[in-house]
């Protein structure tokens, strides 16, 4: 009988392994992916407004304080009309995707740490 307990423990163990395995690669894949996905974003619209010449206008902000107060919402207005909006909400969603993402691995790394721990000190037993 004890044969039989330690061929379905093992089995139960080997399961485990796999499924928890598979959780935290394809958890640190969707991180990594979505970081760098909104580092893209954010690459492609410096580079879009840098082609723009859009960041141009903030020059004004190296002026006086008049002129900068005259000046402020015309400015805004200018730049949020020759923003790429697609990129920058693409760019946000992805960004805050990725966050919470990190913050979920991070709330229950104590969970997978222990599960991990315990897998770990299975197959070394056996």
Partial sequence: MKKFEKKILKGIYT?????T???????LLA???FSLGGVMWIYIIIQKLIYQETLDLFEIFKEDLLIIRENFWEVIGI??????VIEILLAICTVILSIFLILNFIQNFAKVKH???SIIR???NH
């Fill in 122 to 124: 299975f197959w070394l």
């Fill in 79 to 84: 730049f949020s009309e020759e923003a790429p």
């Fill in 31 to 33: 991180i990594v992916s």
């Fill in 15 to 19: 399961f485990e392994t796999k499924q």
């Fill in 115 to 117: 599960k991990l721990d």
């Fill in 21 to 27: 395995l598979l959780q935290l690669i394809l958890r």
